[in-house]
Structures are given as structure tokens and as C-alpha cells.
């Protein structure tokens, strides 16, 4: 998946986004927002916000900025700033892999079924590691490859199929934070099916941009 089509099909689906995953995927958002837990004023990085489900369930005495890289998506997420009148909210076009945004900047990151839709969900992770600060909280909801080997073999059939729909089937939790300066807090399933997962993760310790994988140990015990 490079980036150009990823942007290409979520730009041709920003108006019928909220339809297919509004209602059904709502439960798992706000529960995964209730793991943030942050005090008053707290700041927020949403990474590939897309038309912006999440936002309303941030309490308002967060102050949060949510990045994606379709401006037909975000012109869905501003039509629903203005709507809801989320002024601690601010959307903007950015690429993950590449986040202009200082070291150690956000109390807490969140990404909502984003990180199997990027081109390098390793970077888009080291990224999200980087602008968080340390004992900061970095919260994932998505579907990563099945525990059981039969299920695994068949969603790493059909990964190239669902990659050109803009997402990958099989991405591998494990390797995904093995080797980050992370520890994985929890770990729960969400609906609908249980078939997403919620992961809660604390950053341990500051992470230089452009550091490659496998230079820090992971506490993965809890996977
Ligand atoms: C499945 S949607 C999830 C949207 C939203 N988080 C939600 O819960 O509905 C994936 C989003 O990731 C965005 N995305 C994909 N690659 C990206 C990248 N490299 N940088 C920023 N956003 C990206 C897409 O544009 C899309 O809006």
C-alpha cells in the first residue's frame, strides 16, 4: 500500500465514512478514549482522525489535535467541529509517518483502526512513540493478526486483497511494538465481534526521531 492510494481511497469514501462506521464502531472509541484518562487541559494527538467519530467523545477540557492525510476526510471532521462546536478541537493534513510535531509534545496519542492503514505502520508507530512523553499513554484500537494459526494463515491470504481497500489483514501486534521503548498496559477486545482489540501502551522513555527498530526492549508479556 503506498501512500498516493491510501489517500486515494479514503479521499473517495469520505462521504459515506460515517455510514459504514459510524454507529457499529462507536462502543470501542469511547471506551478506548475512557483509557486516556487525563487530567484537565490535557493534550491529545488523534492520528488519522478521518471524518472525526472520535471527537465528540473527548471531554472538553482536553485540548486535541487530530491529524490525517485526506483533506476530504478532514472537511468531514470540520463540518462536524462546527456542528457539535468542538473548540478544543483542531484538524489538520499531516502524513504519520512524518509528523512535524516536537519530541516528547502530547500527554497522550490515540490511532482508531488506523495503524493496519498505512503504507509503515512500524514508522506511523515510532512516530506516535516519539511526540508522546514519557509515561504517556498510546492507545490503539484495531484488528491484528489472529492468535489462532489456521485463522492467521487465511488473513494472510487475503491481506493483498483487503490492502487494496486500504487496509492490511494480518498486521502482527507482537513485532509491530517489539523493539519500541513501550509497555503494553492492557489489552481488551472490542466489538462489534470482538474481532478489534483496544491496547493500551505507556511510553518508557524518550525516543530520538529516525531511531530503527529492535535498539529497545519491550515488556510484551501481557500479549
Ligand atoms: C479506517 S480510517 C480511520 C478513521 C478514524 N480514525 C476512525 O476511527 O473512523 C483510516 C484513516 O487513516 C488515514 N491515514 C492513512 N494513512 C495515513 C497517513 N500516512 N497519515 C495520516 N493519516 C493517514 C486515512 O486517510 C483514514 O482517514
Given at each position: 500500500?503506498?501512500?498516493?492510494?491510501?489517500?486515494?481511497?479514503?479521499?473517495?469514501?469520505a462521504?459515506?465514512?460515517?455510514?459504514?462506521?459510524?454507529?457499529?464502531?462507536?462502543?470501542?472509541?469511547?471506551?478506548?478514549?475512557?483509557?486516556?484518562?487525563?487530567?484537565?487541559?490535557?493534550?491529545?494527538?488523534?492520528?488519522?482522525v478521518g471524518t472525526g467519530?472520535?471527537?465528540?467523545?473527548?471531554?472538553?477540557?482536553?485540548?486535541?489535535?487530530g491529524i490525517d492525510c485526506s483533506e476530504q476526510m478532514l472537511a468531514q471532521g470540520k463540518?462536524?467541529?462546527?456542528?457539535?462546536?468542538?473548540?478544543?478541537?483542531?484538524l489538520m493534513k499531516?502524513?504519520?509517518?512524518?509528523?512535524?510535531?516536537?519530541?516528547?509534545?502530547?500527554?497522550?496519542?490515540?490511532?482508531?483502526?488506523?495503524?493496519?492503514?498505512?503504507?509503515?505502520?512500524?514508522?506511523?508507530?515510532?512516530?506516535?512513540?516519539?511526540?508522546?512523553?514519557?509515561?504517556?499513554?498510546?492507545?490503539?484500537?484495531?484488528?491484528?493478526?489472529?492468535?489462532?494459526?489456521?485463522?492467521?494463515?487465511?488473513?494472510?491470504?487475503?491481506?493483498?486483497?483487503?490492502?487494496?481497500?486500504?487496509?492490511?489483514?494480518?498486521?502482527?501486534?507482537?513485532?509491530?511494538?517489539?523493539?519500541?521503548?513501550?509497555?503494553?498496559?492492557?489489552?481488551?477486545?472490542?466489538?462489534?465481534?470482538?474481532?478489534?482489540?483496544?491496547?493500551?501502551?505507556?511510553?518508557?522513555?524518550?525516543?530520538?526521531?529516525?531511531?530503527?527498530?529492535?535498539?529497545?526492549?519491550?515488556?510484551?508479556?501481557?500479549?
Amino acid at each position: 500500500m503506498d501512500a498516493a492510494s491510501i489517500e486515494r481511497i479514503y479521499s473517495s469514501v469520505a462521504g459515506i465514512y460515517d455510514w459504514i462506521f459510524g454507529h457499529w464502531f462507536s462502543e470501542p472509541r469511547s471506551k478506548a478514549l475512557g483509557l486516556l484518562d487525563l487530567q484537565s487541559g490535557g493534550h491529545v494527538l488523534e492520528v488519522g482522525v478521518g471524518t472525526g467519530l472520535s471527537l465528540k467523545h473527548y471531554p472538553r477540557h482536553y485540548r486535541v489535535i487530530g491529524i490525517d492525510c485526506s483533506e476530504q476526510m478532514l472537511a468531514q471532521g470540520k463540518r462536524r467541529l462546527r456542528r457539535h462546536g468542538l473548540r478544543h478541537v483542531s484538524l489538520m493534513k499531516m502524513d504519520a509517518m512524518q509528523m512535524t510535531f516536537e519530541d516528547n509534545m502530547f500527554d497522550a496519542v490515540f490511532a482508531a483502526y488506523v495503524i493496519s492503514a498505512v503504507p509503515d505502520p512500524h514508522q506511523v508507530m515510532r512516530e506516535m512513540i516519539r511526540v508522546c512523553k514519557v509515561g504517556g499513554k498510546i492507545v490503539l484500537i484495531n484488528h491484528f493478526q489472529n492468535g489462532n494459526l489456521l485463522i492467521s494463515k487465511c488473513e494472510k491470504a487475503v491481506s493483498p486483497l483487503t490492502k487494496k481497500i486500504g487496509f492490511q489483514a494480518d498486521l502482527d501486534l507482537r513485532a509491530l511494538l517489539d523493539g519500541k521503548p513501550i509497555t503494553v498496559e492492557k489489552k481488551e477486545d472490542a466489538k462489534p465481534f470482538n474481532y478489534w482489540k483496544v491496547v493500551q501502551c505507556i511510553k518508557r522513555e524518550t525516543v530520538p526521531r529516525g531511531l530503527p527498530n529492535g535498539t529497545h526492549e519491550i515488556a510484551t508479556d501481557s500479549l
